[in-house]
């Protein structure tokens, strides 16, 4: 039997997306709980507060995450292409590291801090401006962008610019 929803759209029979569409899951753990009923040699008081800490390290994590992926997008000047590899290398690292973080609250019978609006709330890491910033150690005159896309980087490696050496003489 077809219910119709509030805007009075009745759903047709085979319409397996619209009935559901608005619906809402019933709240089953609330953020900063912690099962009591599991059995872990923890006691839920510990597990509670080892909770809390690591929601805390997650949400720094997941700050430095992003932060990361900000700096690999925006950095600009003469030394872009190294530090677009280097900072993206680290996002993939403090990606592990999040999942690992995450994944240990769930085992202690917490709940997971994840959506950047939770986790803008509780991190301690200082918000980054919106904007892309010049580097304070660059000069003016380098302050133009050399790229500032990932294709075009990955397309045209550029070595990096090593200083002239001399051999030794063995003589
Ligand atoms: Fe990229």
Redo the contacts with the bound molecule.
């Keep these: 039997m077809s219910v119709a929803t509030k805007n009075g759209h009745t759903p047709k029979a085979n319409d397996f997306v619209t009935e559901h569409w608005k619906q809402h899951g019933k709240e089953i753990q609330k953020y900063g709980d912690v099962v009591k009923d599991l059995p872990h040699p923890l006691d839920a008081d510990i597990r509670s507060q080892m909770c809390k800490k690591l929601n805390q390290l997650l949400a720094d994590s997941i700050a430095l995450r992003d932060m990361y992926?900000k700096h690999?997008?925006q950095v600009a000047g003469p030394t872009f292409y190294q530090l677009?590899l280097l900072f993206?290398k680290h996002f993939d690292e403090q990606v592990e590291i999040v999942d690992t973080i995450a994944e240990r609250i769930q085992l202690l019978g917490g709940v997971t801090i994840a959506m950047g609006g939770d986790v803008a709330e509780v991190t301690k890491i200082p918000r980054p401006p919106a904007a892309a910033k010049r580097s304070p150690s660059r000069s003016p005159a380098s302050s133009k962008p050399t790229s500032s896309s990932?294709s075009s980087?990955?397309r045209s490696p550029k070595p990096p610019t090593r200083p002239a050496t001399t051999a030794p003489t063995t003589s």
Excluded: F, M, S, V
Aim: net charge neutral.
């Design positions: 992926k690999h997008w677009h993206d990932c980087a990955t």
